[in-house]
């Protein structure tokens, strides 16, 4: 091989491996970009986390207070529930006592007063 001839081959060749390089370049640098992009995705998403965390305490609290008033009412409702039969009771007791024509005609007379 010539001397010329195998100049013009090195060339060639270092000529492509330079477009190459070029190409490789480019390459990393939409890589690095692509990087840069993710790293601001994931700080999105972290401080997308750190909200949802907060918005899921919230909840759990309200949630506790809801809890919390559920069990107060039903207590309440228990009471009174229990209220109410004794009374019932009483009022049974009373009519057979006075006679349930007698608490009629008193429920009557309360009613008109």
Do not use: P, W
Not at 13 to 39: I, P, S
Not at 43 to 56: E, I, M, N, S, Y
């Amino acid at each position: 091989m010539q001397n010329e001839k195998f100049q013009e081959l090195v060339l060639s060749h270092l000529t492509r491996l330079t477009e190459d390089m070029f190409g490789l370049k480019q390459d990393v640098a939409e890589l690095k970009q692509d990087t840069t992009t993710l790293k601001q995705d994931v700080a999105g998403l972290k401080q997308d986390t750190a909200t949802l965390k907060q918005d899921v305490a919230g909840l759990k609290s309200k949630l506790d207070l809801v809890y919390d008033h559920v069990v107060q009412i039903t207590e309440v409702q228990t009471a009174n529930s229990n209220r109410i039969l004794k009374l019932e009771k009483t009022t049974d007791s009373l009519s057979e006592i006075c006679g349930k024509h007698e608490v009629q005609i008193r429920n009557i007379k309360n009613i008109l007063i």
